[in-house]
């Protein structure tokens, strides 16, 4: 039984089970899925090898599908499983080998619900050839270009193959190791692989997971939710537009805020000194502008001493507005480490007044003390200045932080895709260690 192009099925040499010729004449085995055998379909299929109890690997698509991939239609014949093994963890993937008429042989491959699409690339790289060796005993990170574009090294991998089934135009032995020098550009990979007995260039992209699976037949598949190597960064729906508009109302809210804070400090209304020995007091305050924030500043002149002061405010009407208690404290010194100094000698109540007209300030100082229970006046004076009209730039602060925020995550997605694509990459800068 020789093989000829208009062969369309065979029977098992080994178990006599019905075989689907669809791989073209160049195919070199065919591979029973019912016995395990490796047929030679050069040599009137005969028995090569046998593989028994091999576990098939996951995946959504099968021998005998068709579907189109950038723009031709693909039928897969054969399907291995490979795995790769190191420092406890262990990686699968399923390869399936697909023909052509016009376009020969390629793979498909599952990993991770992820799909790839390779073939052998046969135009010209600089350097022609990349080793591991290579990449032991370069100082940064080796590149390759080819064709006007730039591949980085990614990582070195050395996989086993653990099943086969259907038609390859190569002989896939169970258990081989083949090793490959991967490296990526921004939309592809370069795999320098070699076995023990060939080394061949391939080139792989990315495919669209939902119009790959629909063009095979498949229509329940889930998509994968991670990030892949080669996956192209996709845009948000509305990221030009929040990234647009975010950065449009930050640029308002800064201009805001600058404005707000040159109207921050408002207009001073009071500022009086009081002695100690008038304390307790009552001031009069004339506040002019209602509805808008008004200070209160405090400040004794203590030293190495602290004050705790009571005030009360009352309005036109003589309404509480307020009651409060506030400490003053400074104090300071030298140590082995130098001078130091601690506390504040200076406090600030903010306040909004309703009316227009003569507030009451009621301001006493119930306690007080020096540093160490020394002796002497914990303070000599005590000054109040107020002012009123005066604004906040907190909120709009805040504002400008949230605007920036979302301008900033939506300018990094891509920076931040880029580098979830390079983290599985086993290249560690000298600097990083």
Same mark, same amino acid.
């Given at each position: ?123 010209? $790289? ?5 080793? %591991? +060796? ?6 940064? /990170?080796? !590149? &390759? ?111 805001? $805020? ?5 109207? %921050? +400090? ?6 009086? /000194?009081? !002695? &100690? ?129 979302? !301008? &900033? ?25």
């Amino acid at each position: 039984m020789t093989r000829t192009n208009e062969l369309k099925s065979v029977n098992c040499t080994s178990c006599g089970a019905g075989l689907d010729i669809l791989g073209g004449g160049r195919v070199q085995v065919h591979a029973c899925g019912y016995c395990g055998s490796v047929l030679d379909a050069q040599e009137n299929y005969k028995v090569i090898k046998q593989y028994a109890d091999l576990k098939r690997p996951e995946s959504p698509f099968s021998i005998g599908m068709s579907g189109i991939i950038q723009g031709v239609e693909f039928t897969i014949i054969g399907t291995l499983g490979f795995q790769e093994s190191w420092g406890g963890r262990r990686w699968t993937w399923t390869d399936h080998q697909l023909f052509s008429p016009t376009h020969g042989y390629a793979y498909l491959t599952v990993e991770r619900g992820h799909l790839t699409f390779t073939r052998a690339y046969r135009k010209g $790289t600089r350097p022609n050839w990349i080793t %591991s +060796k290579t990449v032991e005993i370069a100082e940064s /990170r080796p !590149s &390759a270009s080819s064709n006007g574009d730039r591949y980085q090294y990614y990582d070195t991998s050395t996989s086993q193959l653990t099943f086969v089934e259907g038609e390859f135009n190569w002989h896939p032995e169970i258990g081989r190791a083949t090793m490959s020098v991967n490296m990526m550009s921004e939309d592809a990979m370069l795999a320098f692989t070699e076995t023990t007995t060939e080394r061949e260039v391939h080139r792989t992209i990315y495919l669209p997971f939902t119009p790959t699976c629909t063009s095979f037949g498949i229509a329940d598949a889930l998509a994968p939710s991670d990030v892949h190597k080669l996956m192209p960064y996709k845009a948000g729906q509305n990221e030009g537009f929040l990234r647009n508009a975010s950065l449009i109302f930050l640029a308002v809210s800064l201009v805001l $805020t600058m404005f707000l804070l040159g109207q %921050s +400090k408002g207009s001073h209304v009071f500022l009086e /000194r009081l !002695s &100690a020995n008038d304390l307790p007091a009552e001031l009069s305050i004339e506040i002019s502008r209602p509805d808008q924030l008004a200070r209160m500043s405090l400040s004794a002149d203590v030293n190495n001493s602290w004050a705790y002061l009571d005030v009360a405010l009352s309005d036109p009407n003589g309404d509480p507005v307020f009651e409060a208690g506030r400490t003053v404290e400074l104090y300071r010194g030298t140590s082995s480490d130098g001078a130091w100094r601690e506390g504040n000698k200076q406090t600030t109540i903010s306040f909004r007044p309703k009316l227009a007209g003569a507030y009451t300030l009621e301001i006493g100082s119930s306690e007080s003390g020096r540093w160490g229970n020394t002796s002497g006046r914990a303070f000599g004076a005590v000054t109040v200045r107020v002012t009123d009209g005066a604004a906040t730039t907190r909120w709009m602060l805040g504002l400008m932080l949230v605007f920036a925020g979302i !301008s &900033a995550y939506q300018i990094a997605r891509p920076m931040l895709h880029s580098r979830r694509r390079w983290w599985g990459s086993d290249w560690v800068d000298e600097d990083d260690d």
